[in-house]
């Protein structure tokens, strides 16, 4: 059974910084590539940011400079560090995992960036 587990989410005022975790099992991790994507309230769920297998990323053009994808892994996880944190970072936060043809979700975790 694959299962995707998001941490880390919560309240943090505007231009704090939070690490939410994605630990995976039920895959072979390292061969997936793992993906961080959000959805606001009333508006469509969006990549926040890409890890491929062999550790090339990429990020949406709102969260560059300010968040940084890594993986660990021994540890099947993959973090996103969050700093400089705005309000309109507000959202659920969640794990993807994609191979060539397989494709899972964590359930996601919800960031709130507010004063």
């Known amino acids: 059974q694959v299962q995707l587990v998001e941490s880390g989410g919560g309240l943090v005022q505007p231009g704090g910084s939070r690490r939410l975790s994605c630990a995976a099992s039920?895959?072979?991790?390292?061969?997936?590539?793992m993906g961080w994507y959000r959805q606001a309230p009333g508006k469509q769920r969006e990549l926040v940011a890409r890890i491929t297998s062999g550790g090339r990323v990429n990020y949406a053009d709102s969260v560059k400079g300010r968040f940084t994808i890594s993986r660990d892994n021994a540890k099947n996880t993959v973090y996103l560090q969050m700093n400089s944190l705005k309000p309109e970072d507000t959202a659920v936060y969640y794990c993807?995992?994609?191979?060539?043809?397989?494709?899972?979700w964590g359930q996601g975790t919800q960031v709130t960036v507010s004063s």
């Open positions: 039920g895959i072979i991790f390292s061969i997936y590539g």
């Open positions: 993807n995992a994609a191979s060539r043809d397989q494709d899972y």
